[in-house]
């Protein structure tokens, strides 16, 4: 395995990142993936780890990076926006380019919010290769509500009861102040950005080829998904797998039904 | 200026592992290095990068810092092969990443010419660095949070070795939620966990009576869940003077495990050993020390015992 750990993007507000080199010759195509929210993030991480390898293996370079105020980039959780993340996702593919000779195609790949990060930053980032949307998130604000759920579920956890409800947290949020979910300091901005994304609807076309995957216990197709992708002109696939970015009895570090769908779709594109 | 830069080194078996180093100011750096353990699969950040900020503290004072990942985790090559999270739990509690804490040792060893060490970590971690210490004397002392005292499996059934403190608040928290309707709806559609409930009734209804020793024995089942190398790790540290801080979470079933498993059976044993480790718990807290205030605590907690032991 050729994999490199490193900082990027100047001395201040560094990213963390890890570089796979494609293990043979490479391709001509890479990606930057982009990773889910919060703690998701760190139930999903060793998926990401081999699906990267999984890609290296078919002659992809990747690049796997934190945003900031996550992992091991610089920054705490609380100072940064979405906003800010699609910037950061702009200075990682700035960097793939800058490390790696030869790239012709450069795609995203995503999980769950990442996934909607990548849609979104896509065309700013000049994404002229797949785009592959791993369970993305599409309504924003049922997002958020789900998340402020854990706070309440840690109240009753700790206090043997709901001190503050679901109301009263979002006032605190609109008042600017901080609400702690499993040690995520939530602030107003990014609940806010959280609040107003509404990816469903959305029906700008993808420049490249564009890949939605429905994550489930059974493989049934939701209609949000597929309204999505149908609006985005993408393909969607239906996978099973258990929700591997939230704590389950499985240990996850593979998602072998998703890995294939993903590189069957991927070996199908011209 | 302290400086924070990325790292790769072998395992005992070649297996490749990535980390971050934390170095302090040279004006201020101390010869002794802590090392963070990874808990569970939370990989070198731990939940809600809870280690950044234990390393931001701890380089404060003046100590090089290094936290990594362990074989199959994380960033690091390998592979698990455990499929579930409790047999992986379980194994990591019997020693799995001693040899990789070894091996951390010996890197930062070399590279900074140290041969004095605390181990630090949460749940698995903390259980990590006990089992290294045994028998290390380069280990001088180990902070251990939430540090688990029994074996987890998923093939257990760990309504049989509930403490008397988890049944407590189990009980008080089936009895607040008989007024919940959401509580009979998952009590009647077969999601509640029945095991759990009957011993908590029965216990009530049908105070134990002291069996004789054999008749507590069921045939093809251990009688107890507690991890056999806990003890004698901790002892082997304590009789060598080396010291330990554990900080449990007033909220975590780890706390009750430690006092029913271990705190009774060795009491007497404990107190000769009083002057070399200190046991505190922050009420509240769960296991994870989600809240800002509980990490605060923690952090003091740890920064008192270090300034008083190793400064």
Not at chain 1, 45 to 62: K, M, P, Q, S, T
Not at chain 2, 2 to 21: A, C, E, W
Not at chain 2, 28 to 48: C, D, E, Q, T
Request: aromatic content about 12%; overall charge negative; some cysteine.
């Amino acid at each position: 395995m050729n994999e490199t750990p490193v900082f990027f993007a100047g001395k201040q507000d560094r990213l963390f990142g890890v570089l796979h080199r494609p293990e043979q010759e490479g391709n001509g195509q890479a990606f930057v993936f982009c990773h889910p929210f919060a703690e998701e993030k760190l139930w999903a991480h060793r998926v990401f780890v081999n699906f990267a390898r999984e890609l290296a293996r078919h002659g992809y370079a990747v690049l796997r990076f934190d945003y900031r105020g996550y992992g091991d980039s610089d920054g705490e959780f609380t100072d940064y926006t979405l906003t800010q993340h699609g910037e950061d996702i702009e200075r990682a593919v700035s960097f793939l380019h800058e490390q790696v000779d030869g790239i012709r195609k450069t795609g995203l790949l995503g999980l769950r919010l990442g996934a909607s990060l990548a849609w979104l930053s896509a065309e700013r980032c000049g994404i002229n290769g797949p785009l592959i949307l791993w369970d993305p998130v599409l309504d924003g604000d049922e997002y958020v509500q789900e998340f402020l759920r854990s706070n309440l579920t840690t109240q009753l956890a700790v206090y043997g009861e709901v001190r503050e409800n679901r109301e009263q947290l979002i006032e605190k949020l609109q008042r600017n102040e901080l609400v702690n979910v499993d040690g995520y300091e939530l602030g107003r901005e990014v609940y806010q950005g959280l609040a107003a994304m509404q990816l469903a609807g959305h029906d700008a076309k993808s420049d490249g080829p564009a890949l939605v995957v429905q994550i489930g216990r059974t493989g049934k197709q939701k209609r949000q998904p597929a309204g999505f992708a149908e609006g985005i002109g993408a393909e969607l696939r239906c996978v099973v797998e258990e929700p591997f970015w939230r704590e389950i009895k499985r240990f996850y570090y593979r998602a072998d039904n998703l890995f294939s769908a993903t590189l069957d779709w991927l070996e199908a594109q011209p | 200026m302290s400086n924070t830069y990325p790292v790769t080194f072998d395992n005992q078996d070649g297996v490749r592992l990535h980390g971050i180093m934390h170095e302090p100011d040279a004006a201020i750096r101390k010869p002794v290095a802590i090392l963070l353990l990874s808990p569970g699969v939370k990989m070198r950040v731990a939940p809600h990068r809870l280690y950044n900020k234990m390393a931001a503290r701890l380089v404060e004072l003046g100590y090089p810092v290094f936290r990594f990942d362990f074989y199959g985790l994380g960033d690091a090559e390998g592979d698990v092969e455990e499929a579930m999270l409790a047999d992986l739990y379980g194994s990591i509690q019997i020693g799995r990443y001693v040899g990789d804490t070894r091996a951390a040792m010996q890197w930062v060893s070399e590279k900074y010419d140290i041969e004095r060490f605390l181990l630090a970590g949460l749940c698995g971690g903390a259980i990590t660095g006990l089992l290294t210490a045994k028998g290390d004397a380069r280990v001088e002392g180990l902070l251990g949070l939430g540090i688990p005292v029994i074996l987890d499996s998923a093939k257990m059934d760990k309504s049989r070795f509930l403490t008397d403190g988890e049944m407590n608040s189990l009980h008080q928290r089936y009895i607040r939620k008989l007024f919940s309707p959401k509580y009979w709806l998952r009590l009647l559609t077969f999601q509640s966990d029945y095991k759990v409930i009957w011993r908590i009734l029965k216990r009530k209804l049908m105070p134990p009576k002291e069996a004789p020793a054999d008749a507590k024995k069921v045939q093809g089942e251990p009688d107890d869940n507690t991890n056999p190398l806990f003890a004698p790790a901790f002892f082997d540290m304590v009789d060598s003077g080396r010291k330990i801080l554990f900080i449990f979470s007033g909220s975590d079933r780890l706390d009750w495990e430690y006092e029913d498993k271990f705190v009774r059976r060795y009491a007497e044993r404990l107190k000769q050993h009083e002057p070399h480790f200190k046991v505190t718990t922050i009420p509240e807290a769960n296991h994870i020390l989600s809240m800002s205030e509980w990490q605060q605590v923690m952090l003091d907690q740890s920064t008192d015992w270090l300034n008083r032991h190793f400064s």
